[in-house]
């Protein structure tokens, strides 16, 4: 099997994921098996107590050793709303439809949750996926109850709701008829071009305000951005969905995310330009983020995509960061603090309001919301 095909049949427990092949815990030798991916390890997480590494032994042992492909398991989740009461981020609610994301970003602050699983934040990440085939039927029963608060619902927070999987699955689509249908208000993330796809279902959304569409860009260099994010669109073709869906009614919003100080930030007024040309009328940025696993596999990749800068990088991250490579106290986790912090953030509002970026910040209506009748449930009287 090449390393672009998927192996959708991969069903085993957890258990099994973390000892089915290359082993979760195991560190990759040859660069070879990763082409096409933006992690080049998999190390164990921080839950696990052994870790193990390959090596050749002289035996050529590592050889015959294929790529990595993407393993899909399917599974039944219990829930599928998540809520956060985090002040650093703009939704209370969320819907993940996958667990882990073959984008392979290499700087993701989610792959640490694939730890929980007994799976590394590696390569395990972006190639060994879970879909949760009855999101639809646990997004209708979660809006029927009248416990409900209706709030946005953030589609795609530790993963891409339209990463290359959904094409097979269409989860998400399946998932925005339920919204469309009961006139509950989403937000959309994403790095991908499918979501064009669905422009029928946003399209409508948007005219009853209840819809928005954000992009993260972290450079316009298809070059860089291939070596960061092997497997997202590459930048123009997200600003090129940014002004199809901006020329259809749909709202939509440019996070430059990650900006990477001593890599992506001197591009920060440039993406900015771009996406307001296309359309896109707010704006947002967030600093570099590197918990737990990351800092390593980042530092890993920043080693191999940009040696000359990888130390410049870093010195500036940790400037901003209190001399370690993440803070992760509210208020400073998403923007950081110190001299080139203040930067950033003054370069970002001056672009912002020279260009007329969120003059009119958007509020996705609330009250239009019907909820689902399940088959068999009693209809409202009112």
């Known amino acids: 099997m090449s390393a672009d095909k998927r192996d959708v049949s991969y069903t085993p427990s957890y258990s099994e994921m973390a000892s089915k092949g290359a082993s979760a815990l195991n560190k990759v030798s040859d660069l070879n098996r990763t082409r096409g991916r933006g992690a080049a390890s998999n190390g164990g997480g921080r839950f696990e107590v052994f870790e193990r590494e390959e090596f050749d032994d002289g035996w050529e042992g590592l050889e015959d050793l294929p790529p990595f ?60 996926l879970t879909v949760k085939t009855n999101a639809v039927e646990l997004l209708e029963q979660e809006l029927a109850k009248p416990s409900h608060i209706v709030s946005p619902i953030s589609l795609g927070i530790n993963t891409d709701a339209y990463q290359p999987i959904e094409r097979d699955y269409k989860l998400t689509r399946r998932l925005l008829e339920v919204l469309a249908a009961a006139k509950h208000p989403v937000t959309i993330v994403t790095k991908s071009a499918l979501v064009l796809r669905d422009l029928d279902i946003l399209s409508s959304m948007a005219n009853q305000n209840l819809v928005s569409v954000a992009f993260s860009m972290t450079s316009l260099d298809g070059r860089l951005s291939r070596a960061m994010e092997p497997r997202a669109s590459a930048p123009h073709r997200r600003l090129d969905a940014l002004k199809q869906l901006s020329e259809a009614g749909v709202p939509t919003m440019v996070l430059i995310a990650p900006v990477i100080p001593g890599l992506t930030d001197h591009e920060m007024e440039g993406i900015l330009e771009a996406c307001y040309e296309a359309g896109v009328r707010e704006a947002g940025n967030i600093l570099l983020r590197l918990p737990y696993e990351i800092s390593d596999l980042f530092r890993d990749w920043l080693a191999r995509a940009a040696p000359d800068r990888a130390a410049r990088v870093i010195s500036l ?66």
């Open 69 to 128: 492909t993407t393993q899909v398991r399917e599974e039944t989740s219990k829930t599928i709303i998540s809520s956060n009461r985090s002040p650093d981020v703009p939704f209370s609610l969320s819907i993940n439809p996958y667990r882990g994301c073959e984008h392979g970003c290499s700087y993701c602050f989610a792959r640490p949750t694939h730890s929980y699983w007994g799976l590394s934040a590696g390569l395990d990440f972006e190639t060994k």
């Open 317 to 382: 991250l940790q400037s901003m960061r209190g001399g370690k490579d993440y803070d992760a106290r509210w208020g400073t986790r998403m923007r950081g603090e110190g001299v080139y912090a203040d930067l950033i953030a003054r370069r970002f509002k001056l672009a912002i309001q020279r260009l007329g970026f969120n003059q009119e910040p958007r509020v996705l209506a609330r009250d239009l919301f019907d909820p689902p009748v399940l088959k068999g449930g009693q209809l409202r009287l009112f």
